[in-house]
């Protein structure tokens, strides 16, 4: 970690805007890293941990879920000394929570809604809902785009590559 | 020498010229797309590949890899808008000389570059891959851990900002592989009894979702506005005084990049930046470096180009991923039902060497398609970044679907976008994470056999030779990486990312 001085402009950067503090990215970095090193440690601890000799399914979970669990606590310190300079210096706008959530929900209607809407219905809802997260794309437009992705998919994957994947599904009676 | 014939055999067939074709076709068009680096390109374009034979299938594959290295090279140059690290040095001087309105000599010095560099490396691939493969015959399992150690840590050495971050996205990356059923007792774990977990995080979805899904996360930030210094590019062939000019650090570039590019971790990005900082330092005129020099076109290109081959040996030999594209490659292999390691050239010599002979026609092909072509690739330039991410979406969603028809797969995407989008947004690189993840499993496998193999006893690790020697490596990596002064040097080697 570096312990730099703070590089002008990384106020953004800081809890509450100001200049003393832990550095938020770096801090949530360290947080995350515990959390998973946490997660799966514990849940490795309910597997059978077997001894150096014989290893048990639990052994290398725990070991490393350790050792991210000590990193992420590093980095959690290490936040408080200074920012990550890389960080600091990225030119980065707000998180962009309502496209993020289009984006995911477009991603998460196709795992849901495939097999049983079929290839065709599925993927017109999931292109327009990820056509609505673009800057300025009205619904109009995002129904545009949709439609001629949608054209464009199934021509791809199902006429050239012959992906056997049914257009209608079975809720649709296909 | 029988074995470039055999390659050449294989990779003569028509049909195979054609996969290639295709390939190369294919991963330009998708890699000169804004914001889609090389990996994100052969990620999506993967499921494309399955439906051929292994052979096709690679080649292919490796035709795709080629293709969106260039393509990205030529957005670097005409959009300065590098898709990937290693492309970020080519846009430095290229999008200048794009500028005053010599795009087409940059993009024609990064072609034939490229196609040299190549050439070179591939029969030096040919040439040490198979010694190196039959000495890697000899490696028991604690070597095997300790080189795949060697190789992750080597990584963090390489990797821009944090060592400690990289270190932790590593082992996030590790424990990450061991979902799934357990090899060694088929115990599954962490799969929360859903059985379609049980082949574990399908590692398609997760490159997919790392580098694609969380890469358009971050575009939508900013409203991106992307501007096209020119709408057509004139004038393609180089003066006899550009030759001269390139002639030397074409040479030098291929050097460093083949060198470089055998390391594990990311050589092809260092050996773009230093090949472009030593033709800075020996320049004559180093002022005219980032205003235009083709020079500082000419020797990253090569050295990038030249690391992508190299970068193959250690996949060939080892089975060892030198970077998130090989790590892709690594998973291509084993759903063909191929192991990749030194065996392959002994039980798979049609493929090996096919494979080879085929990196050089795929070379071939690029330079002969992307210049008469580069007013295609400008047009595809132009496709606005409404309709392109969702059309990514898309694709992304269907490829990882179509592997297993398994809807787990398609929400790990999910899941591994936002999870890369938060960790890179917080400073945190994504590649090593890819790295640990596709050889959690192999170190794994290999610990605990050593361990049963010594019975219990750690100490093999460091009592033969082999294994000793390895770790010794990678224990001076470390050391080297935390080093204040060596920490700073890598800084000013990095810091050109941010320009």
Redesign the interface.
Same mark, same amino acid.
């Given at each position: 970690?570096?312990t730099s001085p703070a590089a002008p402009g990384d106020h953004a950067g800081r809890l509450g805007g100001e200049r003393s503090g832990p550095s938020l990215?770096?801090l949530? +970095?360290g947080a995350?890293?515990v959390a998973?090193?946490l997660a799966?440690a514990i849940?490795?601890s309910q597997?059978?941990v077997g001894?150096?000799?014989?290893? %048990?399914?639990g052994?290398?979970?725990i070991a490393? %879920?350790g050792?991210?669990t000590f990193?992420?606590l590093?980095?959690v310190v +290490?936040s408080f000394r200074g920012v990550?300079?890389?960080?600091a210096?990225?030119d980065?706008?707000?998180?962009?929570w309502q496209? !993020?959530g289009l984006?995911?929900g +477009?991603? !998460?209607f196709?795992?849901?809604t495939?097999?049983g809407l079929g290839?065709g219905p599925s993927?017109l809802v999931?292109?327009f809902l990820? +056509?609505l997260?673009?800057?300025?794309?009205r619904p109009g437009?995002a129904a545009v785009?949709?439609i %001629?992705?949608?054209a464009?998919?199934l021509g791809v994957?199902v006429f050239a590559?012959?992906?056997r994947?049914p257009i209608l599904g079975d809720w649709l009676g296909g | 020498m029988d074995g470039i014939l055999l390659g050449l055999e294989v990779a003569l067939q028509p049909s195979n010229i054609l996969i290639c074709l295709l390939g190369v076709t294919l991963g330009t068009a998708v890699g000169v797309l804004p914001g889609i680096g090389p990996t994100a390109t052969v990620a999506l374009l993967l499921p494309?590949t399955f @439906?051929f034979d292994p052979v096709a299938s690679l080649i292919m594959l490796a035709g795709i890899y080629y293709g969106a290295q260039y393509g990205g090279s030529t957005t670097a140059i005409l959009l300065n808008l590098p898709g990937e690290s290693s492309a970020v040095v080519t846009a430095l001087d290229g999008h200048q000389m794009a500028k005053q309105g010599r795009a087409g000599p940059a993009l024609a010095t990064a072609a034939l570059g490229s196609f040299f560099a190549g050439t070179v490396a591939t029969v030096l691939v040919a040439l040490f891959a198979p010694p190196l493969a039959s000495a890697a015959l000899k490696f028991g399992p604690a070597d095997y851990f300790s080189i795949v150690v060697l190789g992750l840590l080597a990584s963090i050495a390489l990797a821009?900002?944090?060592a400690?971050?990289a270190? =932790?996205m590593i082992? #996030?990356g590790? *424990?990450l592989g &061991?979902i799934g059923q357990?090899g060694? &007792?088929g115990?599954p774990?962490?799969t929360f009894g859903v059985r379609e977990m049980y082949g574990g995080l399908d590692f398609v979805s997760l490159a997919v979702g790392l580098f694609g899904?969380a890469e358009?996360?971050r575009n *939508?930030?900013?409203?991106i506005n992307p501007s096209l210094v020119t709408k057509k590019v004139e004038g393609l062939w180089l003066t006899k005084e550009d030759f001269r000019r390139i002639r030397m650090p074409v040479l030098r570039g291929t050097t460093m990049g083949s060198l470089l590019g055998v390391l594990p971790g990311g050589g092809h990005v260092l050996a773009s930046f230093t090949s472009y900082s030593l033709e800075k330092r020996i320049s004559k005129n180093p002022e005219q470096f980032g205003r235009g020099a083709i020079e500082g076109v000419a020797a990253p290109e090569s050295a990038n180009n030249a690391a992508a081959q190299t970068s193959f040996i250690p996949l060939l030999t080892l089975g060892l991923p030198a970077h998130p594209v090989m790590a892709l490659l690594v998973g291509a292999f084993i759903i063909q039902g191929i192991q990749p390691g030194p065996d392959v050239i002994e039980t798979e010599p049609e493929l090996f060497w096919g494979l080879i002979a085929s990196f050089w026609i795929g070379n071939l092909l690029l330079v002969m398609l992307n210049l008469p072509l580069i007013g295609l690739w400008v047009r595809m330039l132009s496709v606005p970044?409404?309709?392109l991410?969702? =059309?990514i979406? =898309?694709?992304?969603?269907?490829g990882c679907?179509?592997l297993g *028809?398994n @809807? /787990?797969d398609?929400?790990a995407?999910?899941a591994a976008? *936002?999870l890369g989008?938060? #960790?890179i947004? /917080?400073?945190?690189e994504a590649a090593p994470l890819l790295l640990g993840f596709v050889l959690g499993p192999l170190l794994?496998e290999n #610990?605990?056999r050593a361990?049963?193999i010594s019975?219990?006893d750690?100490s093999v690790f460091v009592t033969r030779p082999i294994s000793a020697t390895l770790l010794a490596l990678a224990l001076i990596i470390v050391v080297a990486a935390l080093l204040p002064s060596v920490r700073q040097k890598r800084?000013v080697v990095?810091s050109g990312e941010?320009d």
């Open positions: 970690m570096s990215p770096d949530m +970095a995350t890293f998973f090193g799966f849940g490795g597997y059978d001894t150096a000799l014989r290893m %048990g399914s052994y290398v979970p490393l %879920g050792l991210l990193l992420g590093v980095i +290490a990550d300079p890389t960080v210096n990225a980065r706008g707000p998180i962009p496209r !993020m984006l995911v +477009a991603i !998460m196709f795992g849901f495939v097999g290839l993927l999931t292109t990820a +056509a997260a673009g800057h300025g794309t437009r785009i949709a %001629g992705l949608t464009l998919c994957f590559l012959q992906l994947l | 494309i @439906s821009s900002g944090s400690v971050k270190l =932790a082992v #996030l590790l *424990l &061991t357990d060694f &007792t115990v774990r962490f899904l358009i996360i *939508l930030e900013h409203r970044y409404s309709v991410f969702p =059309a979406i =898309a694709f992304a969603s269907i679907y179509s *028809l @809807s /787990w398609v929400f995407v999910a976008g *936002l989008y938060f #960790l947004r /917080w400073g945190c794994e #610990l605990r361990m049963i019975r219990g750690p800084e990095f941010d």
